[in-house]
């Protein structure tokens, strides 16, 4: 729903295809991901009202910072970045992956659009930057390590820095060189993406 605060009224609405679904926003841009259809659906929020659909991995994980989606399959690791205006004519079955990050990868969106994909086949993060658009541009990579895959690592970024949780391993590191141990990380989630800080939470 859109709710007018100065009417403080909700003045429109729309409703999803099935129960099973996700909101990404971030500012004026929303996407509603579905994960009984595996489809990915940009909203206008003017109108209310769901734009064009285009379909995704059935195992994707869809990620969203500023002009900039990301869609990891979650099953082969591909990466694919898009801009967000851009996910009406996207097609996945034509499009080349932006990276290929293998088993157990995870991705995260500064709020810049940088994309930082984690693959812990590899114990590396790929950066892919963006343009003002959200188009991405020639991607880098960077080490943080071994990485155990036995419990599922996550990815976060604060500011430009890209943070890895290896929960099986207890660690906390990032590819600058930080690294520390923590307790009890079989039950730690790392935050979202945030400004720069020169903490991360968990």
């Known amino acids: ?3 007018n605060n100065e009417s403080t009224v909700l003045d429109g609405g729309l409703r999803t295809t099935s129960d099973n679904y996700d909101i990404l926003q971030d500012k004026t841009n929303v996407l509603v991901v579905d994960a009984t259809a595996s489809t990915v659906t940009a909203i206008d929020p003017a109108r209310v009202s769901l734009g064009d659909t285009s ?4 195992a994707a994980k869809v990620a969203l910072g500023n002009q900039t989606a990301a869609i990891l399959d979650q099953r082969s690791g591909a990466l694919w970045v898009v801009p ?13 992956p932006d990276a290929e990050l293998g088993a157990d990868a995870d991705v995260a969106i500064a709020q ?9 086949e590899r114990g590396e993060v790929v950066t892919v930057p963006v343009d ?16 155990d895959a036995s419990e599922a690592p996550r990815i976060t970024a604060v500011g430009r820095t890209p943070i890895v949780l290896d929960t099986a391993a207890g660690v906390v590191t990032t ?17 979202s993406a945030s400004a720069e800080s020169t903490s991360v939470a968990l």
């Open 132 to 147: 003002n658009e959200g188009q991405p541009l020639d991607s880098a990579v960077a080490s943080v390590g071994e990485i």
């Open 84 to 96: 967000v205006k851009g996910l009406a004519g996207f097609e996945i079955e034509g499009a080349e």
């Open 112 to 120: 810049d659009g940088t994309v930082f994909g984690l693959s812990a």
């Open 55 to 58: 379909r995704i991995p059935a």
């Open 1 to 3: 729903g859109h709710f």
């Open 175 to 191: 590819p600058g060189g930080f690294r520390t141990q923590i307790e009890d990380a079989d039950g730690a989630v790392l935050q």
